[in-house]
C-alpha cells in the first residue's frame, strides 16, 4: 500500500527573506553576492575617472555639504608640523627643506580633506534614520567609504612624518613605527607628530 507524501513545513515568516533583508545580507554579508551596480553608473564613474573636474566644480561641491559638528574643535584639515620638530629642522639648517617636502604633501592632503563633506553629511544623515536592514546597509557602506577614505589620510600623514624625520633626525626613524610613540584622540588630529614623540626625543 503506497503512503500518503508526508506534508512539508511551510516556511515561517521568519525564515523568508524580504527583499530588504536580500539587500542588506548582500551588502554585508561576508562572501555575499556583489551588489549590481548599474551601467549608467559606470558610464558616469567612467567620466569622473577620466576627465578631473575644475576647482571651482569642487569648490562649489563643498559649498553644498557644509558641516557643523556637536564637537566644536573638530576639523578636518592636515595636522599642524609641531614647534619641537620645526626648532631642530631650524637648528639644523634644513627648515627650508622641510617646509619644501610637508609642501608638496600638504597639497595632497588638502584635496583629500574634500573627500570628506559629502561623505561625513551622508553617514550623519543616513544615522538618523529609522532602524531597517537597507538603513544598516546603507550605514555601513558609507561607514566603510569613511574609513578607506581615514586609511588614506592617515597614510599622508605617515608620508610627512617619514619625510621631516628623514631630513631633521634619521635616528628616530625607529620610533615612527611604534604604536605609542603618537598620542591618541584630538592631539593626534591636530598635531603631526605629538608630545608623545618628543618627550621620547
Known sequence: ??????????????????????THNQSLGEGAAPFLVSKEISDELTVCLTK?????????????????FEDESFT???????GFMQRRAKDK???????????????????ECDIAPPLVDLYARVSTLEEGDQVEAAKDSVRSALRQWARAWLQITKQRRRAVVDLVEPSFEFLLAGHDSFAAGAEAREKLFTKNLSNQC
Open 1 to 22: 500500500m503506497k503512503s500518503d507524501p508526508v506534508p512539508q513545513p511551510s516556511p515561517s515568516r521568519s525564515s523568508v527573506m524580504s527583499p530588504a533583508q536580500q
Open 76 to 82: 578636518v584639515r592636515p595636522p599642524k608640523l609641531d
Open 93 to 111: 639648517n634644513v627648515l627650508k627643506s622641510v617646509n619644501s617636502a610637508e609642501e608638496i604633501l600638504i597639497v595632497v592632503q588638502h584635496k
Open 52 to 68: 578631473c573636474i575644475s576647482g571651482e566644480k569642487s569648490k562649489a561641491i563643498l559649498k553644498r555639504f557644509p558641516l557643523q
